[in-house]
């Protein structure tokens, strides 16, 4: 079994990183989890597993003549296997974003559970092509009004090439009194439910000034927590690896939206 999940929004700062490591790390008590970094531009989840340091990454996936193996550039930890993307102008400007979809579909084959850490922006085919290959987004928002017309956009371009909602994750939330109004809002406008709502907390930046997944560095957090619950909600549905490799390899590169 094996389905694809593009963790997405509308724009940047949201906490998708931070969120695409916390839901790996809940769903992989149950699951095979393997994580990507498919934000090539802008990449930062290896800053959050501590994997700052590794030579091979996403992008030498994505150079042809590099011959990378996909195992080269994937690292088991915190019970995931990782695949980190690098920070370099150089590589990302040398890489070819059409390559994306052999890397997911040999990751497929051996996985039930596939996370990519998407680009917050729709602006180009390596930031649309993570929202394009998955089964379902979950769209990670801050609790404002702007907030959910940019992820309205994000689910607008993904259910046309038919992927789904799985769920909106509010993150960053302070005003606990007052993100009832928004949730009810979003109930009205996104395919998922709302699966969870993440408290801002200097625990979260803690994790990541110390290069660990949230649930990692603060299991019993109330962000941690809420996680969990995310986690718990979301229905994985078991694809058949050959068909979604097959639909992976075959996916049409998207023009620039």
């Given at each position: 079994m094996?389905?694809?999940?593009?963790v997405?929004s509308g724009?940047?700062g949201?906490?998708?990183?931070?969120?695409?490591l916390a839901?790996?790390?809940?769903l992989?008590a149950?699951?095979d989890?393997t994580v990507v970094?498919?934000?090539t531009?802008?990449?930062?989840?290896l800053?959050?597993?501590?994997?700052?340091?590794?030579?091979?990454?996403?992008?030498d996936?994505?150079?042809?003549?590099?011959?990378?193996?996909?195992?080269?550039?994937?690292?088991?930890?915190?019970?995931m296997s990782?695949v980190?993307?690098?920070?370099?102008l150089?590589?990302f400007?040398?890489?070819?974003?059409?390559?994306?979809?052999?890397?997911?579909?040999?990751l497929a084959?051996?996985?039930d559970v596939?996370?990519l850490?998407?680009p917050?922006?729709?602006g180009s085919?390596?930031?649309v092509?993570p929202?394009?290959l998955?089964?379902?987004?979950?769209?990670?928002?801050q609790?404002?009004v702007?907030?959910?017309?940019?992820?309205?956009?994000?689910?607008?371009y993904?259910?046309?090439?038919?992927t789904?909602t799985?769920?909106v994750?509010?993150?960053k939330?302070?005003?606990e009194?007052g993100?009832?109004r928004?949730?009810?809002r979003?109930g009205?406008?996104?395919?998922?439910?709302?699966?969870?709502?993440?408290p801002?907390?200097d625990v979260?930046?803690a994790?990541?000034r110390?290069?660990?997944?949230?649930?990692a560095?603060a299991?019993?957090?109330?962000?941690?927590?809420a996680y969990?619950?995310a986690?718990d909600r979301?229905?994985?549905?078991a694809?058949?690896e050959?068909?979604v490799?097959?639909?992976?390899?075959?996916?049409?590169v998207?023009?620039?939206p």
């Amino acid at each position: 079994m094996v389905e694809a999940f593009a963790v997405a929004s509308g724009k940047g700062g949201t906490g998708k990183t931070t969120s695409t490591l916390a839901l790996g790390m809940a769903l992989a008590a149950e699951y095979d989890v393997t994580v990507v970094d498919a934000d090539t531009g802008m990449a930062n989840l290896l800053f959050h597993a501590g994997l700052d340091d590794v030579e091979v990454t996403l992008h030498d996936l994505l150079v042809e003549e590099t011959g990378t193996g996909v195992s080269e550039a994937t690292y088991e930890r915190f019970g995931m296997s990782v695949v980190p993307c690098g920070t370099s102008l150089a590589a990302f400007e040398a890489a070819d974003p059409a390559r994306l979809r052999d890397v997911v579909a040999d990751l497929a084959a051996d996985t039930d559970v596939l996370l990519l850490d998407s680009p917050a922006a729709l602006g180009s085919k390596s930031a649309v092509l993570p929202i394009v290959l998955a089964d379902r987004i979950v769209v990670v928002l801050q609790p404002t009004v702007p907030a959910l017309s940019d992820g309205l956009k994000v689910q607008e371009y993904a259910r046309s090439y038919g992927t789904e909602t799985a769920g909106v994750l509010f993150n960053k939330v302070h005003d606990e009194a007052g993100i009832d109004r928004i949730v009810d809002r979003a109930g009205e406008y996104f395919g998922g439910e709302t699966l969870a709502t993440v408290p801002d907390s200097d625990v979260v930046r803690a994790a990541r000034r110390a290069g660990e997944p949230l649930l990692a560095h603060a299991p019993e957090s109330t962000p941690a927590a809420a996680y969990r619950a995310a986690a718990d909600r979301i229905d994985v549905r078991a694809g058949d690896e050959g068909d979604v490799a097959d639909r992976f390899r075959s996916a049409v590169v998207p023009d620039t939206p």
